[in-house]
């Protein structure tokens, strides 16, 4: 496993490597171009740039991952022999020593008399709830009167005068298209 990591991690760094050379190259061949000419071959260049950048910073940061994702010290080989030895043939463990005497445990204190708890007071008697009294009938809505007399008194008002504007513009005057006149 971790033989591939390495392969991998290798591999991802010699492609950001490149991708990051080719947005160099792309990033002052595009300023070379906008210094020298105007034409649409800049744009071309910029395109390439920014395809270029994203693709090194997201083969950087998986570079990064893989790299991370090996072993710090790769495990070692055992022998054959070694990983499989009957159990009568492994060291015996060293022998435990006995642990030390326990010491008893200190005599309880006898707890402190509790007194005794205050007679407790009777709660005051409470009330009998009121009877509710029974709800207020509405009174009923007042009906609407008609709109006649408003409507007479709109009437009786007289419109205001119109007023006619008249343009002091000549009739063959000439304007932009902002509105403003042409003298």
């Known amino acids: 496993m971790s033989n591939r990591m390495i392969v991998l991690s290798r591999r991802l760094g010699r492609f950001a490597g490149g991708f990051s050379f080719a947005t160099v190259a792309f990033f002052s061949i595009g300023l070379y171009e906008a ?23 997201v083969l950087w940061v998986a570079h990064g991952f893989a790299w991370a994702m090996i072993p710090e010290k790769p495990p070692e080989a055992k022998k054959p022999e070694e990983a499989l030895k009957p159990a009568y ?7 435990l020593r006995p642990a030390e ?3 008893p445990a200190e005599a309880m204190r006898p707890t402190e008399v509790m007194k005794a708890a205050e007679e407790m007071k009777p709660t005051e008697v409470m009330k009998a709830a009121e009877e509710m009294k029974p709800a207020e009938p ?15 008194a709109a009437e009786e008002k007289k419109p205001a005068e119109e007023k006619v504007i008249v343009s002091e513009d000549p009739p063959d005057a000439i304007y932009t298209i902002t509105g403003r006149r042409v003298y």
């Open 35 to 57: 210094a020298n000419t105007k034409g649409q071959v800049v744009f071309l260049f910029a395109g390439l740039f920014f395809v270029c950048l994203f693709a090194s910073f």
């Open 89 to 95: 043939a492994m060291k015996p463990a060293e022998e």
């Open 101 to 103: 005497v326990m010491r």
């Open 138 to 152: 509405m009174k009923a809505a007042e009906p609407m009167k008609p709109a006649e007399p408003a409507m007479k």
